[in-house]
């Protein structure tokens, strides 16, 4: 019985390792581009579902101008293999992803020696990428796709009431139409319900 207990015990312990291991393993790459470097391979993935970065632009007046975007955010780093003597330069790695870029219909916004920033369409998502190189063979592909944030936190009818009477004005979050379109998306049924109720309340508040 001790045996078999002990057994169990191991049995599941591999199992949670193994679960966990999974858990903890580095994504396959980049999800918008179907490889990587020669000598490269993932060293760290981090996914987040909203969140912003800052993008450059060239500009014919200005030089350079720059402006954030929203929405979901991947980003992989990868590590160099080889001999650190025949890492690629940051030439090199950026003249890559400004190939794979173009070559996809997309556009490069800005470049430099080490890192530049583009923009891809893949059906009717836009994508925003930005690619840097700090000249040891490591880089990184951060890429937010274009997308509005879902609003999961809703003012309840109490508080549109108050916002109203101390403000004489509510401001209303979480309400989602198709772009072009007049018709309102699901997503926006919980502010929709909240602003229903508070109607319902206050008939006569104007």
């Known amino acids: 019985k001790i045996q078999m207990k002990n057994f169990a015990l191991i049995f599941m312990f591999l199992l949670v390792s193994k679960f966990v291991d999974a858990q ?13 470097l020669a000598n490269h391979s993932v060293a760290e993935c981090q996914e987040k579902e909203f969140d912003q970065m800052v993008v450059y632009q060239k500009d014919k007046v200005k ?18 293999n080889g001999d650190f003597q025949s890492r690629p330069s940051g030439v ?25 920033y583009g923009k891809l369409k893949k059906g009717t998502d836009i994508y925003w990428v930005y690619v840097y ?25 109490e508080e549109i009431k108050s916002n109203i009477q ?23 049924a919980a502010t929709l319900t909240e602003m229903a109720k508070f109607l ?3 008939p006569n508040m104007q």
């Open 24 to 36: 903890n393993a580095p994504c396959k790459g980049h999800p918008l581009f179907a490889s990587s």
């Open 63 to 80: 030089g350079q101008i720059d402006f954030i975007k929203r929405g979901p955010k991947f980003m992989v780093s990868y590590k160099f």
């Open 92 to 116: 090199q790695i950026c003249q890559n992803y400004v190939n794979a870029i173009e070559k996809a219909g997309g556009e490069i916004l800005y470049r430099a020696d080490n890192y530049l």
């Open 133 to 157: 190189t700090d000249g040891s063979g490591y880089y990184s592909v951060t890429s937010i796709k274009e997308e509005k944030m879902k609003q999961e936190v809703v003012a309840s009818a």
């Open 166 to 188: 101390e403000e004489g004005k509510a401001i209303f979050y979480g309400i989602y139409f198709n772009t072009g379109q007049a018709a309102l998306l699901p997503e926006s």
């Open 200 to 202: 319902k309340l206050n």
